[in-house]
């Protein structure tokens, strides 16, 4: 009898702790310092290996070469082309970095140990999505002054409007890049899924961001598509979160 009542408190204590250490957990300085963890981590990793930056370099600069080969554009053509295709190249190359996010984690079944951790998932995920908007944000930095010089852009009205496009055109690529990648990892053909689930979702977006840049390139306000953008990332970065433990315990 006292061994059962000693159990039964064991096993009562046991649960309290775990709700405990559950509760600690989600905190936001804790969530916070999980997300910077994971973070450094994925850093660290692409800075000893440079898999998604290179692949992503190789593949950006293959269509800046070849559709530079291909047309010569005045000047007034760039400002209108150029919106297309340099989001068409980033959104691309993006892809190379979002098909390595996941695969890292599953070597030695490290995002098994994920799973059964009591950490936030919600942390995992916005690590995973800060990294890549990281490496996708070197990406334009990188490339964009050679669309410049390839393709004589120069902008009519100020051009810092570019930079609200850019970053919140790269954060709707990467935030939903993130999540559907999650999504297929675990199936065979996971670089075919990611395309298949991603450029559909992203139409809205990549719209706005080629319409934005070509206004912005014209001189003209790109108010309207900016907001689209903004209210674009909100809906999709909220979805995302409130779906990715599901997605992250799926078998």
């Known amino acids: 009898m006292n061994q059962t009542l000693d159990s ?5 204590g046991s649960q309290a702790n775990a709700q405990q250490t559950g509760a600690n957990l989600g905190h936001p300085q804790i969530v916070r310092g999980i997300t910077r963890a994971t973070l450094r981590k994925d850093l660290r990793l692409e800075w000893r290996s440079k898999d998604a930056i ?4 190789f593949f950006s600069l293959l269509v800046v070469v070849v559709f530079s080969f291909s047309f010569d554009p005045s000047a007034e ?5 150029a919106g297309g295709l340099v989001w068409v190249a980033f959104l691309f190359a993006a892809v190379v970095a979002l098909n390595q996010t996941w695969a890292r984690e599953l070597r030695n079944q490290v995002l ?5 951790s009591p950490a936030p998932p919600n942390s995992l995920f916005m690590a995973k999505v800060l990294g890549n908007f990281i490496f996708v944000a070197v990406l334009e930095t ?3 002054p050679l669309f410049i010089m390839f393709y004589r852009l120069r902008a009519l009205g100020p051009a810092w409007p570019l930079l609200l496009v850019a970053a919140f055109g790269t954060w709707a ?3 939903n890049g993130t999540f559907f990648a999650a999504m297929s990892i675990r ?4 670089e075919i899924m990611l395309p298949l689930l991603l450029f559909p979702i992203s139409i809205p977006a990549l719209l706005a961001m080629v319409q934005a840049t070509t206004s912005i390139l014209n001189g003209e306000g790109a108010r309207f598509w900016i907001v689209l953008l903004v209210t674009y990332d909100l809906v999709f970065t909220t979805t995302c979160l409130l779906l990715f433990e599901t997605v992250l315990n799926a078998e």
Do not use: H, P
């Open 8 to 12: 039964s408190r064991l096993a009562t």
């Open 54 to 57: 290179n692949s992503m370099l």
């Open 77 to 81: 053509e760039s400002r209108q082309i």
């Open 112 to 116: 098994d140990a994920y799973r059964v």
């Open 142 to 144: 990188l490339m964009t």
């Open 173 to 175: 690529l990467v935030v």
């Open 187 to 190: 199936t065979r053909s996971r």
